[in-house]
């Protein structure tokens, strides 16, 4: 079973990631989105740190991926490249974060600063 998380509880920055990516998302995405009901949880990636989103309340049931919205890469500490895409679902709410460490290693950290390099 999932285990939910509110945004706040994250690490690594992630919280941060995420407002990024939905400031990068279409207007009508970024008004959409509850972030006081908004919570999450790790996927197995192997640490690279992906996440699957869930308002409180809402069915988690049989949702399916839809579009992506928004992606950026970065460099890890140690100099691998990173990509990080937000999804939506097949309804339009937000679905997934995948973040994606080009040698597959575990995330190290996410730095202060996410310009777009893509």
Known sequence: MDVFIQL????RGLDRLIYRLVELSPQSVA???DFDSLQACYLDDGAMGSLRFSERGQDKG???LGKKVAELE????????VSAVLFLDEA???FELDIFKADFSPLI??????????
């Open 8 to 11: 706040d509880k994250l690490s």
């Open 62 to 64: 049989d949702r399916k």
């Open 92 to 94: 339009g709410h937000l």
């Open 74 to 81: 970065f460099m890890d500490a140690d100099g691998i490249p």
């Open 109 to 118: 950290t996410i730095p202060s600063v996410l310009d777009i390099s893509s």
């Open 31 to 33: 008004e959409s989105i």
